[in-house]
């Protein structure tokens, strides 16, 4: 059994500062989903600071401990 790390790289169609508004919002809610789906499939919890200060882990299964 090989524990290689595996990276895949791509590349923007656009970069961050070029884009608008409205564009750089749906791009930074992609990058959430997308890093959720991630840490979700590989059974890891995704952990964040709240507003309020608190850190959470936010399970697949909808619980929300709070660390």
């Known amino acids: ?9 791509g590349k923007m169609k656009k970069l961050p500062g070029d884009m608008s508004t409205k564009e750089r919002a749906t791009w930074q809610k992609q990058i959430a989903d997308n890093a959720r789906d ?13 507003k ?3 850190i959470v882990a936010e399970y697949k299964d909808g619980r929300v401990l709070i660390l």
């Open 38 to 50: 991630y840490l979700f499939s590989i059974g890891q919890p995704l952990v964040y600071q709240q």
């Open 1 to 9: 059994m090989t524990n290689e790390i595996q990276y895949r790289v």
């Open 52 to 54: 309020d200060g608190l």
